[in-house]
């Protein structure tokens, strides 16, 4: 689903709309570069680039997508390492950071270019509960500020904590409730 | 005499193209070994021609520095070569120069390197639609 949304998958049959946009009606380079202004995509895994620095792995999600202005790559990258907790991590090889940093690291990535759209892959699923808490608080703060969160998880309490909750079972909708008021 | 010469050359023709393939095959599944990290920068916005072009630019600082490596450590030991030969045979010093020979293995290196290279584009090529989260 989450492969659907951020248009890195096409359905088999019928149509994707994310906002005002059909996703199936644009091809692979625009897909692309719509996916790197509007969509930041967060891993179980964390999945940061291994040969890379935290703060590199955020300039080059800003390279690939040229939108925020040379000047402001200097001082963006460290506003967003700073607001996850991370500014004193920036020089650092992801193999040197925890788990919790890790993905805090991951989601000052997925932010790099301002997406509207956070999707997210089981977040919490490979943290400790302490760091998933942390990890609960950042993306309540990013719904604060009016970003939409579309995450797959197991995790309840994360679940509770959204505004909306589709249940999906052998992929179909089996529930479709709203915890908490919007 | 010609006959001997003409197996000769094909045994080295044979020798260069299995070369130049297996080349060309590690540089393929070094692209499908990093299926994980394609599926990184796609999800990061890279479109199939970003991902080509970071590919490939590994692929040629490797082979530059790999074929300036190989002309510098060949001068120096033709130099070397030829210091000593200077010490203890006087007359039998090899030259350093560029001969047509030196040329067509030059022209060699070239065609090896644009064979890796295509061999990395058909291999990114033939994989545009990497499956980001699954490669996950």
């Not at chain 2, 020979?101 to 390197?113: D, K, N, T, V």
Request: charged content about 20%; cysteine-free.
């Amino acid at each position: 689903m989450l492969n659907l949304v951020a248009g890195l998958d096409r359905p088999t049959t019928g149509t994707v709309r994310v906002g005002d946009l059909d996703l199936g009606k644009h091809g692979e380079r625009a897909l692309a570069h719509w996916r790197g202004r509007t969509v930041g995509v967060v891993f179980q895994f964390f999945q940061l680039l291994p040969t890379l620095t935290v703060l590199e792995d955020i300039l080059i999600a800003m390279e690939f997508v040229g939108t925020v202005p040379r000047a402001r790559r200097r001082t963006l990258p460290l506003d967003l390492l700073e607001r996850v907790g991370l500014a004193d991590e920036a020089g650092k090889l992801p193999s040197l950071l925890s788990g919790g940093q890790q993905q805090r690291a991951a989601i000052a990535r997925a932010l790099a270019n301002d997406p509207s759209l956070v999707v997210a892959d089981e977040p919490t699923g490979n943290l400790d509960s302490e760091t998933a808490t942390d990890v609960h608080a950042l993306f309540a703060a990013l719904a604060r500020e009016g970003k939409t969160l579309l995450i797959v998880t197991h995790d309840q309490s994360l679940a509770q904590a959204a505004s909306r909750v589709v249940r999906l079972k052998d992929g179909r909708i089996v529930a479709d409730e709203m915890p908490v008021a919007a | 005499m010609q006959a001997r010469k003409v197996l000769g050359d094909l045994r080295h023709g044979r020798g260069s193209i299995g070369l130049i393939a297996l080349v060309a095959a590690t540089a393929a599944l070094d692209v499908l070994e990093r299926q994980r990290e394609i599926g990184v920068l796609r999800a990061l916005g890279a479109s199939p021609r970003d991902i080509v072009v970071v590919l490939l630019t590994e692929a040629g600082a490797v082979v530059v520095a790999s074929a300036a490596l190989a002309v510098a450590l060949s001068i120096a030991m033709a130099r070397a070569a030829n210091g000593a030969a200077a010490e203890q045979l006087l007359h039998v010093a090899v030259p350093l120069q560029l001969s047509l020979r030196g040329w067509a293995e030059l022209s060699g290196g070239a065609i090896f390197a644009l064979l890796v290279v295509l061999g990395l584009l058909m291999a990114v090529l033939r994989r545009p639609t990497v499956d980001a989260l699954n490669a996950l």
